[in-house]
């Protein structure tokens, strides 16, 4: 499952962690790796950057709309995903909201409590501000 997460060049990225404790109130932007453990009560989206990955982990609550290339969830987020090139949800993964997917990866026991959509790689815009899923 975690396997996309070791090419050489996702390992030499910078990561951030949003450490199991913390609250973060706000958007969030960046470049390299996000691992949240913590809680996010706001959105996150990654810079122009290919690489870029956000990992939820079990512990972690993100509050808001999730948007990366790569989104790898074993956590919980209201709101809705969106990845240019891959989601990954784990076993423990709750989305309370629209996946939009180039490619996705599902273990069992996974949930998803709105809607599955396959992304145009055409499309640019994967969730809209307003926390609604662009159709």
Known sequence: MWKSLMSSS??????????????VDGTITFA?????????????????DEQA?????????????????????NGTV?????????????SHAVINGDVKY??????KGAQVNRRLLFADPASTALVQDNGESDL
């Open 78 to 90: 209201t709101g809705n995903v969106g990845s240019s090139d891959h989601v990954e949800l784990a």
């Open 102 to 107: 180039n490619l996705i990866e599902m273990m």
């Open 53 to 73: 990955v956000v990992r939820i982990q079990q512990s972690g609550h993100v509050y808001g709309n999730v948007v990366a290339p790569l989104v790898v969830v």
């Open 10 to 23: 996702r390992r030499q990225s910078d990561t951030t962690l949003i450490s199991n404790g913390t609250v």
């Open 32 to 48: 390299g790796i996000l691992e949240v453990e913590g809680r996010i009560n706001g959105n996150i989206s990654a810079k122009d």
